[in-house]
């Protein structure tokens, strides 16, 4: 059976394709993860630092991250990392401020950084964040 170059040659690609999709299958790679509800923000909390209870939360509106506190007092800031969410609870040390409709969040960590919310109330966050005690 002779079968034609161009068939070949489609064959190949489509055996490459699906492998390299099973690769990506296998890495869990895809697309970015969301915390699109409240639900997922406590979930992704509670993966964080187990037994966090959120008693306010402020969602990110493009579902990058999220702000809580717990009734403690305890602020813990949701950002993505990678297919995941690392979640901080922030110390005094942190700065925050309002930059229109985003809450800039400087952890004071260097492997953490700088994170950007656009949430509706920024400017609440800002001073919550900012009233953090040791």
Known sequence: MDLP???????GSLVAILALAGLAY????????????????RLAADEAVSGYEPVAIGLDREGRGAVMRDAAGRVLLL?????HFAGRLLTPAARARAKGEALVIDTAEKRYGVARLLLDDPASWAKAIEALEG
Do not use: C, I, N, Y
């Open 5 to 11: 170059p161009a068939l070949l040659q489609f064959l």
């Open 26 to 41: 296998w890495l869990k790679l895809g697309p970015a993860p969301r915390l699109d509800s409240e639900d997922a923000a």
């Open 79 to 83: 950002r993505r990392h990678g297919v």
